[in-house]
């Protein structure tokens, strides 16, 4: 390999880290939102049918998971 080819190679592979490493963290951004979401929609199912302490358990625990995850 030349010194050109090189210095392109490195500089594709730090561009394609960089847009691995942004893809992964949007995907782990959607997972927790539609998480969040989808617990967040079944406490207020479990409320709809009279299960407060469920509801109240299931909000408590994702405040936790919220915590954890920074959002």
């Known amino acids: 390999m030349?010194?050109?080819t090189q210095t392109t190679?490195?500089?594709t592979c730090k561009v394609c880290a960089v847009i691995r490493n942004?893809?992964?963290a949007f995907i782990a951004?959607?997972?927790a939102t539609g998480e969040i979401a989808g617990r967040?929609?079944?406490a207020a199912e479990?409320?709809?049918q009279g299960f407060h302490e469920e509801a109240k358990a299931l909000m408590l625990?994702?405040?936790?998971?919220?915590?954890q995850r920074g959002l």
């Not at 625990?61 to 915590?67: G, P, Y």
Request: positive net charge.
């Open 40 to 42: 967040s929609r079944a």
């Open 61 to 67: 625990e994702l405040n936790e998971i919220k915590k």
């Open 9 to 11: 190679w490195t500089y």
């Open 46 to 48: 479990l409320t709809r």
């Open 29 to 31: 951004y959607v997972m």
């Open 22 to 24: 942004a893809a992964v």
């Open 2 to 4: 030349t010194a050109i």
